[in-house]
């Protein structure tokens, strides 16, 4: 492989290591240089290249900031197994799974109770409002006996947006509307029971009316309770099924 770069156009000689870096980079990608081969030697890339040793060096450097070579003290540069993925949060998650829906109720319990009782203090006018209407649109969801969860998750949105923190809804935008993964409590009696509406909604209200009032530890408390009263209904489907098998 020769490469010869054109000093002409790629001063300064930062450019030049970017280029250099992003060869090598390409041709360990591609499996030219395979891991565990040697690079080859620093002169020979120099020539090569046709850049300075300093520019190689910098190059060599920025593949080994990114876990692609190392260098091994009198034997030269060698090539790494490509580095694994890194599995960010909340991308393994399994909403089949009822012990996943309940990890995450846990986390949100102590997300969102927070968020609630702020909400209490710092809500407008307007955020209150929305809160409202997305109250009215899980009730009328349960009633016509479809899906709650775009309804559910937008009224928890609006709770951690009248937080007036931008950071809550930050969280519950990065977990996705997951967090409210109400298909497996569909799947059974108790979602399309005129007792679990009722309950449901009556959670909700208690939250809602806490946040209205400007009651910061109430609107805390009816959150827990609405969020451990969730954890309770998964637990008894986890239990169910548990028997099942």
């Known amino acids: 492989m020769t490469v010869q770069l054109d000093d002409k156009t790629s001063r300064p000689s930062g450019n030049l290591v970017l280029r250099v870096s992003k060869i090598l980079r390409q041709s360990i990608q591609s499996g030219e240089f395979k891991p565990g081969e040697r690079l080859p030697s620093e002169a020979k890339l120099t020539q090569e290249y046709g850049v300075s040793r ?36 909340f991308q393994n998650l399994n909403y089949e799974r009822i012990s996943s829906v309940i990890e995450l109720l846990e986390l949100r319990t102590g997300v969102e109770v927070e968020a609630a009782g702020l909400a209490a203090l710092r809500h407008s006018p307007q955020q209150e409002e929305k809160i409202i209407d997305c109250h009215q649109q899980i009730l009328a969801c349960l009633e016509r006996g ?52 009722a309950k449901l909604h009556e959670e909700h209200g208690a939250i809602i009316d806490a946040i209205s009032n400007g009651d910061e530890d109430g609107a805390r408390e009816a959150m827990r309770r609405h969020l451990k009263g969730s954890q309770a209904r998964y637990r008894a489907i986890l239990r169910r099924s548990q028997q099942n098998i």
Do not use: C, K, W
């Open 54 to 89: 300093t520019v190689v060096r910098e190059a060599i450097a920025a593949l080994r900031s990114d876990g692609l070579v190392e260098a091994r003290q009198g034997a030269g540069v060698f090539v790494l197994d490509a580095p694994q993925p890194e599995i960010m949060p």
């Open 146 to 197: 479809e899906p709650t969860t775009a309804a559910d998750f937008a009224l928890h949105l609006a709770i951690a947006d009248a937080a007036n923190n931008p950071r809550f809804r930050e969280f519950l935008s990065m977990i996705g509307s997951g967090v409210i993964p109400r298909a497996a409590l569909q799947t059974g009696q108790d979602a399309s029971s005129g007792d679990y509406i």
